[in-house]
C-alpha cells in the first residue's frame, strides 16, 4: 500500500518561496509516476507539476518557471519547490503516485496524500 504524506506549507507574501515535501512509502518515488496537485477553494482540482520514472517532467502553464519537482529516491521524497508565488496559487496541495510510469497527463493518478494548505497573501 502505497502512503504519501505532505509537508512545507504555510503562508506566505506574494513573490515569496515554499517548499513542499511529500514523503511516500518505502521505494514509491522510483517505482511511481509522481506529481503534485492543488485545489482552491471552489474550484476543480488541477495538475501542477509531475515527473515520470524516466525523470522526464512536466509543468501546468501557470507555474512554468517557478515551480521544480524533483525527487530524492534514497529518501523516498518527492519536492514541489514553489519561487515567485503568487496570491492565485493559494490552495490545498496534494502529492500523488499513479501505477502509469510515463506520460505528461495530468490523469490516471492512483494514491493521494491528505493535502498541505499554502496560502500567498498580496
Known amino acids: 500500500q502505497v502512503q504519501l504524506v505532505e509537508s512545507g506549507g504555510g503562508s506566505v507574501q506574494a513573490g515569496g518561496s515554499l517548499r513542499l515535501s511529500c514523503v511516500a512509502s518505502?521505494?514509491?518515488?522510483?517505482?511511481?509516476?509522481m506529481g503534485w496537485f492543488r485545489q482552491a477553494p471552489g474550484k476543480e482540482r488541477e495538475g501542477v507539476a509531475l515527473?515520470?520514472?524516466?525523470?522526464?517532467?512536466n509543468y501546468a502553464d501557470s507555474v512554468k518557471g517557478r515551480f521544480t519537482i524533483s525527487r530524492d529516491n534514497a529518501k523516498n521524497t518527492l519536492y514541489l519547490q514553489m519561487n515567485s508565488l503568487k496570491p492565485e496559487d493559494t490552495a490545498m496541495y496534494y502529492c500523488?503516485?499513479?501505477?502509469?510510469?510515463?506520460?505528461?497527463?495530468?490523469?490516471?493518478?492512483?494514491?493521494w496524500g491528505p493535502g498541505t494548505q499554502v496560502t500567498v497573501s498580496s
Open positions: 515527473i515520470a520514472v524516466t525523470s522526464s517532467t
Open positions: 518505502e521505494y514509491t518515488t522510483r517505482r511511481y509516476r
Open positions: 500523488a503516485a499513479s501505477r502509469i510510469l510515463l506520460g505528461g497527463a495530468f490523469s490516471d493518478f492512483d494514491y
